[in-house]
Structure formats: structure tokens, C-alpha cells
């Protein structure tokens, strides 16, 4: 007879080892590893994180970057379903008149004699139908590049083309707007003062006093005499130079022989110099010439206009700035030395491909837009921007005329984008590798 100690720590055993068990089973299933949710892993579905979208897991949760609440990706063939249909060949009779402009998904789908391509080859920018002789080729008749290589390296790293219905357009608001030119103008606002300038004063009198000593010298003089003259004229005018003043400026003061009182003081009925900074990313927007307009803080709504007589030739290291002078007309006396005025100077741009401020998604590398394409495809494009204006850019490269870009929604988009170009770079069989959510 086996005694009843031994029998109860056998039960207690047991009971143990279920107990072990039982909890290493539930957490296998809230892993998933075990039970429902392993079913829905082998089917492939994806949690990602709109905010981090290479950010991905096989499980709900959250971010642990942001603590956004992850979203389930839907699978790609609800994606590619039937709204991804792939248009039939494009005949030679067809492929000569008006080309249609199709997605580089729906161009890497195509067979040869299909295609029609819209891409950026070493000549420019080629927009073409291709005949079934140069489709299946494979090569830009323009410039001989393979086409698959063009299609592939016309993405953006890390970006891929959507495709969304039209009933999710209308969920995020997609809006687009076409690529036109226009004529663009744009307003630099500085800070200026009225000139206050004795030391350009005095090298004014110095240039004049050197330009006389020279004209007192007699042709029968020492040659040496002349050569050191001439040696001082040409050393003052540096010095005015350096100052800022354009040759322009220079020989004005040579035609007065007198030096420029109101660099002293002003006076009603005359003029006054304004010097205002001008960064070194707007240097190229202005020149000599332009009109600029100035408004005193102490007298607000009077407006006094003039025009850009020189730019310093010499960036002040410090402020990463140059000096712009203009001339003001001071009728009333109002203007006087040392007194602040704000500046506008409006600089024209002429008729300039532009596209909405909107449009253009900054990633802090890169400028990215949006071209909404047909069937609800959108193609993520590098862009290089030109001048920024109020409310657009200039467009140097990346899209043509007459293309719709997204300027509303294209923040979700990027977002879709990026996650796809991330998934797609996983690749079969190498979702553990880059999966955060084991």
C-alpha cells in the first residue's frame, strides 16, 4: 500500500506540469505563434505604422517610435485586382498618333509591342508612342538607353507608385492640379537703414583728390611721377569698390568732382542712400536697375521708391550677406541718416513652369510629388525646385506640362508609397529578417 504523502505529491506534480503548460500555450498564442492569429500571419497580413510605414510587424499594436496605433496593410491583391488591367498591344497605326501616357507599373507589366513611355532620357525629356519594331527592341529611339533601365531608375529611392480607388481618393481628398507655366514674381522683404556713410565720405574725396593730382601733372613731368599718379587713382577707386559701389557709381562721382553730401546728411527735395542686406541664396534674383520700395515704421502707409544702384561684390562672412544700395527720392525731407525702413524688392521672374506650394512633399533629402496618372495610379517623381514665390515654385525638372499633380492627401500617399517601396524591397521569404513585431 503506497502511502498517501507519495500519492498527493504525485497529484501535485501533475498539476504543475499542466499549469506550466497552460500558461507557455497562452503566450504562444498571444505571440502569434499559436492558434487564430497564426493562421492570419500565414496569410501574409502586415501592421504598419502610417507615421513610420518601414516600420512593420505581423501583429496590432502600437509604434514603438511614435506610439501611433498600427494599421493591417491590405493585401496586395485586392490592390491588383481587376482596376489594375494591363491595355492590350498598341498597334504600329496606333502607336504613330497620340500617345496615351500609361503608370511605370503598368509599363513593367507590359510585353513588347505594348508600350508607351513617358521618361527623362540623357537628350530631355522624351514622350513618345513606340512602334512594335522599336518595343521590342527595348531601347529610347532618342537616346538609345534601355528602357527598363529608365523605368526602374526614374523612381525615387525608397518610393513606389500607388494605385488607390476612386472611392479611397475621396476618403483621404485627393486633389490635383495641373503643371502650367505662369508668370512668376517675387517680393524679398529686408530690413534696411538710411546711409550714414563718413568713411565712404572721405574715400569719395580721396579718389577726386588723387583724380586732380594726376590731371596737374604736365606731359614733360618725370614718367615716374605719372606712374606713381596714376598708381593712387587706381588704388582709390578699389577702395571704392570694396565699398560696394559699381563703376557706375564710380564715375558719377568723377563727373560731379564732388564727393556725395547725403551720405552726410539729407535734405528736403533731394535724395538718400538706403542700404539694405540681401542673403546669399537671393543674390541671383537682383540686380541693378530694379525697382525697390521702402516704408518708414514711424510714418506708416507713406511709401518711398527708388531704384538698385550696386551689390557688394564681397559676402559678409558673418550674416552670410551682401549690401544692397539704392537711391530714394525724399521730396518732403522725411528721410534722415540712421533712420530704419523696411524694403520690398519685386523681382520678376517671366513665364516659368510653376507648380502649387502644396504639390511638393519635402522629405528633408529630396522634393517628391505626386502625378496622378490614369485608372487612380499615382507615380511618386523627384522634382528639382527653382525660386519660391508666395504660394508656388519654379519647376526646373521632374514633371511636363499638362501633368496633374496631387496638392491635396499627398501626405498618406507618401506614406503608401514608402511602405510599398519598403515591402517590396523585403522580397519573398525575407519578411522575418526586416519584421519588428517578433
Known amino acids: 500500500m503506497r502511502h498517501p504523502k507519495t500519492n498527493f505529491f504525485k497529484i501535485f506534480l501533475i498539476l504543475f506540469i499542466f499549469t506550466v503548460v ?10 502569434g505563434r499559436l492558434g487564430p492569429v497564426s493562421r492570419k500571419t500565414a496569410k501574409g497580413e502586415i501592421y504598419y505604422c502610417p507615421m513610420h510605414p518601414t516600420y512593420t510587424s505581423e501583429r496590432p499594436g502600437d509604434c514603438p517610435i511614435c506610439n501611433m496605433k498600427l494599421v493591417k496593410r491590405e493585401e496586395a491583391a485586392a490592390e491588383t485586382s481587376h482596376e489594375g488591367h494591363v491595355p492590350g498591344p498598341v498597334s504600329g497605326a496606333e502607336a504613330s498618333g497620340t500617345p496615351r501616357i500609361f503608370s511605370v507599373e503598368e509599363l513593367m507589366k507590359m510585353k513588347p509591342g505594348e508600350l508607351c513611355l513617358l521618361h527623362k532620357c540623357a537628350k530631355g525629356h522624351c514622350l513618345m508612342a513606340m512602334t512594335e519594331e522599336l518595343a521590342r527592341l527595348g531601347r529610347c529611339p532618342s537616346c538609345g538607353e534601355d528602357l527598363g533601365v529608365i523605368v526602374r531608375e526614374a523612381l525615387p529611392g525608397g518610393y513606389a507608385p500607388v494605385k488607390l480607388n476612386e472611392q479611397k481618393q475621396k476618403l483621404i481628398g485627393i486633389k490635383t492640379q495641373a503643371v ?24 569719395e574725396e580721396e ?30 577707386k578699389i577702395r571704392l569698390k570694396l565699398f560696394g559701389l559699381s563703376p557706375g557709381m564710380v564715375g558719377d562721382i568723377e563727373k560731379a568732382q564732388t564727393p556725395d553730401r547725403s551720405l552726410l546728411y539729407s535734405e528736403a527735395g533731394g535724395s538718400v542712400w ?19 520700395q521702402a516704408e518708414v515704421p514711424s510714418v506708416p502707409g507713406k511709401y518711398f521708391e527708388g531704384r ?30 540712421e533712420m530704419y525702413v523696411n524694403a520690398v524688392m519685386k523681382v520678376e521672374l517671366g513665364e516659368v513652369l510653376a507648380i502649387p506650394e502644396e504639390a511638393v512633399f519635402e522629405t528633408g533629402e529630396k522634393n517628391i510629388v505626386f502625378v496622378a496618372g490614369p485608372e487612380g495610379f499615382f507615380e511618386p517623381r523627384e522634382v528639382v525646385l527653382g525660386t519660391k514665390t508666395e504660394d508656388s515654385y519654379e519647376i526646373k525638372s521632374g514633371v511636363l506640362e499638362g501633368e496633374l499633380v496631387v496638392t491635396s492627401g499627398n501626405f498618406l500617399i507618401d506614406s503608401e508609397s514608402r511602405l510599398k517601396a519598403a515591402l517590396e524591397g523585403i522580397g519573398p521569404g525575407k519578411g522575418s529578417a526586416h519584421s519588428h513585431g517578433q
Open 308 to 337: 538698385i544702384r550696386s551689390v557688394d561684390s564681397v559676402l559678409d562672412p558673418l550674416t552670410r550677406s551682401v549690401r544692397v544700395r539704392a537711391v530714394l527720392q525724399n521730396p518732403e525731407g522725411i528721410l534722415k541718416p
Open 22 to 31: 497552460g500558461a507557455e500555450a497562452v503566450a504562444l498564442y498571444r505571440s
Open 274 to 292: 538706403l542700404y539694405a542686406p540681401l542673403y546669399e541664396y537671393e543674390i541671383p534674383l537682383v540686380k541693378e536697375g530694379d525697382l525697390i
Open 180 to 203: 502650367l507655366k505662369r508668370a512668376l514674381a517675387k517680393e524679398i522683404r529686408s530690413s534696411g537703414k538710411i546711409a550714414y556713410d563718413p568713411e565712404l565720405y572721405q574715400a
Open 207 to 236: 579718389f577726386l583728390q588723387a583724380l586732380q593730382a594726376l590731371s596737374k601733372i604736365v606731359p614733360e613731368s618725370d614718367p615716374a611721377v605719372r606712374a606713381q599718379a596714376e598708381k593712387l587713382v587706381d588704388s582709390t
